[in-house]
């Protein structure tokens, strides 16, 4: 096999994640490598605390990233928090509701489902009804903002919703975290993960979490192990605290980690309600130029992602064929629908350092030209 | 709080890992980013999994690198292939051993542990009649190179005992891997998991790992769900596998996999053996030189690792001050001992690209200076 160094080109990524990514941060990770427990890595990772503090808009001082993806993140929140037949609340919209259903069953825990359809928000009425029915329910469990449906959920009431039934909450901010409005504290979020290749336009693999006080109390008084060794939050706590010596626990992915510093850096210099307008502008000039092109957003705008849309697919248009014509033509990646919508919806995404003008003109005038001809 | 960018000095680093790595290898991080499911992103998974195949010495179909740390390596291994109650003999003489018993706890295996003394390498005739007495067992796990010590095992020997007493065997690569002999099918191994950031050279975050088909077969023929939704290997194989179309599992660290191709591709080009003589020929100056400064190699000559030399601190000498120096004045990294070893010994790793003269040159001036002031 005739093997040589991988040099890809300059891709647009204006799908459901990775985005774009800044020269700065893809940059930031050439730096020259230092060990994981180099007191100057050492502080870089009480910056990056700092930094996710201020993202989350939390001061729990369990605020770092677990050394994997979201779905690591995912899973962290879920062996950590639920124990064995622990009663758990999961509110599925799309996919990866359906993914949180599975690492509850995989915990042990007995999970209670609450369903609605996909492109449409998780019911309010019908989750305070799943708590009312069950008592029992130790933890209430949603996405904030569904990936794989371009929806937004109410994040703020579902966690009022759980406090007053005396739940954990633990939520997906894959996607949301720098897109939309999040405020974990304020909203009383118990255990939140993310991800660092959606708005926060960070390279992928690492998995930005929180942990409220109720949340550790639940942990430190659990009466089994928790099922993963590698993301046991127990153990994690030492490598990641800045109040005693760090622990050795795993080896950090250290340049991912300088790529984090850079990425969450620039957010706090923007600020977080600038991003959030930034993504809610851009998101309205796409969203006009679509329906200028005939193209429908198929989720209604009370809960519309602005950093992710959903477009139909027009009848008639061979919906993989557009999406090569736009890679192979315009190095522009918009991705295709995932689970329900496969086939039937693109998913437009303007996530972080891709939400900006000359990616919104260049796939709204790159679409006109592909629909076109 | 002022926060500016992360500009880490150029660190020389000879410790457990993360290893030195070239600049060609941090370069290619940086890199424009594609898709996770990019056509040319697929491509270049492709060629990963030839290299790691050739790296692992393995046609294994299964081949290829877990979106995580060396500890999440483990997991996978762990998790797929245990059940709850399945016998599993553990062999422990160090810090990895010992994880490797907690990993088959927390997946409710029952344990049997072979012991050796840290320093020692794992007992051939101590493994054989724990299988004899354990006809039952249906794994043998161990470590082949211990990171902890310094101590190569048997692969070979212990593999061919696991095959003949009918157990599947789980090996700890993590440090083995491009430093000293390994040879997944000459061996008869059937799961193993590496560390990217060791004698690959390579960033840190990356697991490669590979399934034999008996491996395999014992995973699909599961009673249970994995555990792990992240590493449940049924999953994953939709993703990495060539011969159908890739399904979405989770996003891939992009730009991390495209240091590992990188890495795998210098080895590649170097020839696995030139690459072993280079970590032994390298060993030979090292031990040379530190025997002339009166340091004590603390494992016996016919089981040490050239990739880590674990190296005795003398008698009233501060360990922590001295390596402190050496990184403040020579930015140069040692490692400390781990473990029982902790506060005793030294690790210096000569670990793939630092596997090279300038480095040793260095790390012995530097030490006669700050031993003799």
Chains 1, 2 share one sequence.
Not at 311 to 340: K, M, S, T, W
Request: hydrophobic content about 40%; overall charge negative.
């Amino acid at each position: 096999m005739n093997i040589t160094s991988f040099n890809p080109p300059r891709r647009i990524l204006m799908g459901p994640g990775p985005s774009d990514i800044s020269p700065q941060v893809l940059q930031a990770q050439s730096r020259p490598i230092v060990g994981h427990l180099d007191p100057l890595f050492v502080g870089m990772m009480d910056e990056i605390k700092f930094l996710l503090q201020y993202a989350f808009q939390t001061s729990n001082p369990h605020t770092f990233a677990v050394s994997a993806p979201g779905s690591a993140g995912m899973e962290t929140c879920f062996v950590n928090l639920v124990e064995p037949e622990d009663k758990v609340i999961v509110c599925i919209n799309g996919v990866f509701g359906q993914r949180m259903l599975e690492n509850v069953e995989r915990c042990g825990g007995e999970a209670v489902v609450v369903e609605d359809s996909w492109g449409e928000p998780v019911s309010i009425s019908k989750v305070e009804k799943a708590l009312e029915q069950h008592p029992d329910a130790k933890v209430l469990a949603f996405v904030h903002a569904e990936t794989s449906t371009g929806v937004a959920s109410d994040a703020q009431a579902l966690c009022a919703l759980a406090k007053q039934h005396h739940c954990l909450s633990i939520v997906d901010a894959v996607t949301s975290l720098g897109g939309i409005p999040l405020k974990v504290d304020e909203w009383g979020i118990d255990a939140i993960y993310s991800g660092s290749q959606k708005c926060l336009s960070c390279v992928p693999g690492l998995s930005p979490v929180s942990f409220s006080q109720a949340a550790i109390d639940k942990l430190t008084k659990r009466k089994t192990k928790v099922q993963s060794w590698f993301l046991d939050q127990s153990l994690v706590m030492g490598y990641w605290s800045g109040e005693q010596k760090r622990s050795y626990h795993h080896t950090a992915p250290v340049t991912a980690l300088y790529a984090l510093h850079e990425a969450l850096l620039s957010l706090y210099n923007e600020g977080l309600e600038v991003s959030w307008q930034r993504h809610a502008d851009f998101h309205q000039q796409l969203t006009q130029g679509l329906s200028e092109l005939g193209l429908e957003l198929m989720v209604d705008e009370s809960c519309r992602l602005p950093q992710l849309n959903l477009v139909a697919v027009p009848e008639g248009v061979d919906e993989a064929a557009l999406r090569a014509r736009l890679l192979n033509d315009y190095n522009l990646e918009i991705g295709a629908g995932l689970g329900q919508f496969a086939g039937k919806a693109w998913r437009i995404g303007l996530m972080g350092y891709a939400a900006r003008q000359e990616n919104v003109t260049l796939c709204l005038a790159a679409l006109n030209d592909v629909l076109k001809s």
